[in-house]
């Protein structure tokens, strides 16, 4: 039975995937850092389409809590076949010589660091050479690793980067070893991450004319971590909209 485990799974893409996973014939972990009433009702979601889920706190840019969520999810739901890390935090937006130390540290331990982390973990569990079972494992990374975040969140953009690079690097260490690992890109969406008035000041210049949806996200998720993309590793897919 596969068993998913989401990081940061109680808003937005990551409540997206959890939900579209249980319509998939996943059970589903959802962690969550603070916003607990947020990660019961994708929990109660989750069940009502007849899979198995719980929700388990911890702070993923937190090396003890990254253990225990893996550990925990495991013993609730069987072992982690499947993991998805869309934990992620920007901080205000401002112009790099403008922005606090503490809005950029923040977005590195959990952004990069935690990353890397969880990245870790999830090869620990999953991978033939520790003997697991194999897997499949989608890191979120941003658009904004591409166009740089100026004058918003250049911060970001560099954390989301190094996503990029340790996609690169980890795919090819475990690619015989049973695991998948993956990215997807996604441009604008539309999630209570924007701040006022972004989405309506900046969608109309997308390609598409529109930001995109979660559940837009979340489908080309799903496709990454299905079997349906066995030969596909090491890939960073934009949902972006033509941006």
């Not at 982390?117 to 999953?126: D, E, K, V």
């Not at 990215?183 to 604008?188: K, L, N, Q, R, T």
Request: proline share 3%.
């Amino acid at each position: 039975m596969p068993v998913l485990l989401v990081a940061g799974g109680s808003r937005g893409i990551g409540a997206a995937t959890a939900r579209l996973a249980a319509k998939s014939g996943y059970d589903v972990a959802v962690n969550y850092v603070a916003n607990a009433g947020a990660a019961s009702g994708v929990v109660k979601a989750v069940e009502a389409l007849g899979r198995r889920a719980v929700a388990i706190k911890g702070d993923m840019g937190k090396e003890a809590d990254i253990e225990r969520v893996f550990d925990q999810a495991a013993n609730t739901l069987g072992a982690v076949t499947h993991f998805v890390h869309s934990s992620g935090v920007i901080g205000p937006f401002s112009r790099l010589d403008e922005a606090s130390t503490e809005t950029m540290r923040a977005a590195v331990d959990v952004n990069t660091l935690g990353a890397l982390l969880c990245l870790r973990a999830a090869i620990r569990r999953m991978s033939t050479r520790h003997g697991g079972k194999g897997g499949s494992i989608v890191m979120l990374s941003s658009m904004a690793a591409s166009i740089g975040g100026a004058n918003e969140c250049i911060w970001y953009a560099a954390s989301k980067g190094a996503v990029d690079s340790m996609v690169i690097g980890a795919s090819r260490e475990v690619a015989k070893e049973g695991v998948r690992i993956n990215a997807i890109s996604p441009g604008m969406i539309d999630t209570d991450i924007q701040p006022p008035g972004r989405l309506e000041k900046l969608g109309p210049m997308i390609p598409m004319g529109r930001a995109g949806t979660a559940e837009e996200v979340a489908d080309a998720i799903l496709y990454l971590l299905s079997d349906a993309a066995g030969y596909v590793t090491g890939t960073n897919l934009r949902v972006s909209g033509g941006r």
